[in-house]
């Protein structure tokens, strides 16, 4: 079964840091470009970090530059997501997906990329 599956979220005090996790099952996370996505209540899905199947060459959203570090480990089939110096505005589910796209707008999914379920991370004091 092809699957995407996020883990690591939370609660988290403003300055914290948490690493996300995006396992694949079912197929080679390494032949595909993975993003990992954000939605906060309200507003629209927001592509913040993607790192390329080739070369691991990565890019970063300006709302998360800086701050935010995404990685892959192929041998565990794994992409992962260092988020330092957590803000209250980066409360939000997060997912990760075989699409990379940055902001809100100019981007589409269409039924063959794959998405996880999303993992919850709040950032509260």
């Known amino acids: 079964q092809v699957q995407l599956v996020e883990s690591g979220g939370g609660l988290v005090q403003p300055g914290g840091s948490l690493r996300l996790s995006c396992a694949a099952s079912?197929?080679?996370?390494?032949?595909?470009?993975i993003g990992w996505f954000r939605q906060a209540p309200g507003k629209g899905r927001e592509g913040i970090s993607c790192?390329?199947?080739?070369?691991?060459?990565?890019r970063y959203g300006d709302s998360v530059k800086g701050r935010f570090t995404i990685s892959r480990d192929n041998a565990k089939n794994t992409v992962y997501l260092q988020m330092n110096s957590l803000k209250p505005e980066d409360t939000a589910v997060y997912y990760c997906?075989?699409?990379?796209?940055?902001?809100?707008?100019?981007?589409?999914?269409?039924?063959?990329?794959?998405w996880g379920q999303g993992t919850q991370v709040t950032v509260s004091s």
């Open positions: 997906a075989t699409i990379c796209a940055l902001g809100t707008t100019g981007w589409a999914t269409n039924e063959y990329d794959y």
């Open positions: 079912g197929f080679r996370l390494d032949n595909y470009a």
């Open positions: 790192i390329s199947s080739s070369d691991a060459r990565t």
